[in-house]
Nanobody
Framework: QVQLVESGGGLVQAGGSLRLSCATSGLTFSTYTMGWFRQAPGKEREFVAGRSWRGGSTVYLDSVKGRFTLSRDNAKNTVYLQMNSLKPEDAAVYYC?????????????????WGQGTQVTVSS
């Protein structure tokens, strides 16, 4: 049974930082492309960042470039999202997702597995 479990969300002031983690089990992590998505109230879920299992460049949503960093630890079967300089507009439920393909995509329908999400709240 595949499981993706996010953690690390919480309440932070604008300008602060959070580090989200997504621990996976039941899949061969090193062969899955991993992505982070978010969904704010009343909005559609949007792609935030993704990295192929083959390595290479990480793809980011334009509005988070230079502030967010995705990293993955294949030994721990875990993907992280370091979020710095947080803004109120970053507030959302953040989801990690796994895709059994080497290509990163912003299309959520192309991801095979999802976590339950973790809430990020940013106060102004």
């Amino acid at each position: 049974q595949v499981q993706l479990v996010e953690s690390g969300g919480g309440l932070v002031q604008a300008g602060g930082s959070l580090r989200l983690s997504c621990a996976t089990s039941g899949l061969t992590f090193s062969t899955y492309t991993m992505g982070w998505f978010r969904q704010a109230p009343g909005k559609e879920r949007e792609f935030v960042a993704g990295r192929s299992w083959r390595g290479g460049s990480t793809v980011y949503l334009d509005s988070v470039k230079g502030r967010f960093t995705l990293s993955r630890d294949n030994a721990k079967n875990t993907v992280y999202l370091q979020m710095n300089s947080l803004k109120p507009e970053d507030a959302a439920v953040y989801y990690c997702a796994a895709r059994q393909d080497f290509r990163v995509t912003s299309n959520e329908g192309r991801y095979n597995y999802w976590g339950q999400g973790t809430q990020v709240t940013v106060s102004s």
